[in-house]
């Protein structure tokens, strides 16, 4: 007979990770990328997202590049004029300006951008881009460097062309006292520079406006009057976290939950918790508490019988006593037996101190382990990795730390008052100008000061701007949003 051999093809299994993906993609079908995966691969997410630590340091080293430019303004001074004398006698007084007093200025001229950007009517998130263009921007820079007045001019207006809200250059400098269009030009390199040409800003708003809708979604039957208030609340808080830190640490999602949580608590908890499928503990208390009630009473049905019961049993059990009256030998070996057995199990089993320091030589090791692993649970640790044993309860528990986190920033903004800001602000003139400090400090002493001037510093080179023609300036009026 002949027999027919069959060739089993074995299809080899990939170990690429990116022929993994293609083999998957061509049974399952192509994957949709979240919203989540966009975000994270974005540029404010690679670049601008820090840690506290990350964010101290950026701001100290800014801080001490700022030093470095004040001390060479001061020795390129000419010591040979008296109120350069002056200046160098009176040590204390020309103090240099602290990380924490760079960031009271910068966040009071953030403000300013805010009120300037209502001015000329511009929408919230050509707002809310020209603030973070300014916070960023002094992340890299100092103020003893670079005057924040004159940069929040200059992020303004580069905010409302990257959010498509054009204002003509001419038309922005008129309105803007002691401004030319040169001055507000020259420092839109170095912002772009410092900001690694990195424009695309995602702000709260949007994320809030959509679990707005989803809450809708979720609970049909909610209150809509209740739930448009957390929604305007929210909205104003989000304003408030422009100034603050959250905008580095956390994500938009996040900082607009962490605004709806601290306008209605109870609204956002309840959502976070049927979004997770995630039953809370007060329920389940309630229930409980329920259950127990129901079996109280049918106990108490019950009990009303088992007295009858316990009463036959009970005139039963003397007559037991009576014929163990009878054999008192069998007691006596009964009672030996067991104190044998006792003996010989005690012998057997180990002390129960050093079971004790057994176990309290192996729990650390398994607690050192779950912590590595982000595991709190001795029976989710047990099997698999901690992201595919996380379930509804620490998802919504490690989502509402994040959020609580999250909102001390957001109710913890810093606002200068104006005295503040004044005593900052005189500070940074005279750091950025030494000389002019010095021809203060002269006039103050009664001392005659010379006719010199102060030499230019090195500053950001200038843009060459060429004025347009009255025609081009008319095209550029029309293009101007007026209301």
Known sequence: MVTKTETVVKKEIPTDSTAVAEAQEEIEGPRRITAEELYRRSSQYRIWSFTESQLEDMRVSANKRGLIVRTNKLSSLDKSLPEVQLLFNENGNFEHLTVEEERIIVIYYARKAKDLANFFHLPTQARSTAISFLIRFFLIHSVMEYHPQFIMYTCLFLAAKVENNFIGINTFSKAIPKTTPESILQYEYPILESMKFTLLCRH???????????????????????????????????????????????????????????????????????????????????????????????????????????????????????????????????????????????????????????????????????????????????????????????????????????????????????????????????????????????????????????TPTPGPEVIPFKRPAEDELNDDAKRVKTE
Not at 425 to 445: E, I, M
């Open 204 to 454: 709260p708003y949007q994320p809030l406006y959509g679990f707005y809708l989803d809450i809708q979604a979720v609970f049909p039957k909610i209150d809509i009057k209740r739930l448009g208030t957390a929604y305007d609340s929210a909205r104003s808080l989000i304003n408030d976290s422009l100034f603050s830190d959250a905008v580095f640490l956390y994500t938009p999602p996040q900082i607009a939950l962490a605004a709806l949580w601290i306008s209605d608590n109870v609204v956002a908890e309840r959502y976070l918790a049927r979004k997770f499928g995630f039953r809370k503990k007060k329920e389940k208390t309630d229930n409980n508490e329920q259950n127990k009630n129901k079996l109280t009473t049918t106990k108490e049905k019950k009990d009303s019988k088992v007295p009858i019961v316990k009463q036959e049993q009970s005139d039963k059990i003397p007559v037991k006593q009576e014929q163990s009256d009878r054999i008192p030998v069998k007691q006596e070996q009964s009672d030996k037996i067991p104190e044998a057995k006792v003996k010989e199990e005690q012998s057997d089993k180990i002390p129960e101190d050093k079971v004790k320091e057994e176990q309290s030589d192996k729990i650390p090791d398994v607690k050192v382990k779950m912590e590595e692993n982000g595991v709190d649970d001795l029976e989710a640790s047990a099997d698999g990795d901690s992201a595919s044993i996380m379930t509804p309860e620490r998802h919504y528990k490690k989502m509402m730390e994040i959020i609580r986190e999250c909102a001390e920033y957001v109710k913890n903004v810093p606002n200068p008052s104006v005295e503040v800001a004044k005593r900052v602000s005189t500070k940074v003139h005279y750091c950025l100008d030494p000389f002019k400090y010095a021809r203060k400090l002269a006039k103050q002493k009664g001392i005659t000061i010379s006719n010199a001037t102060s």
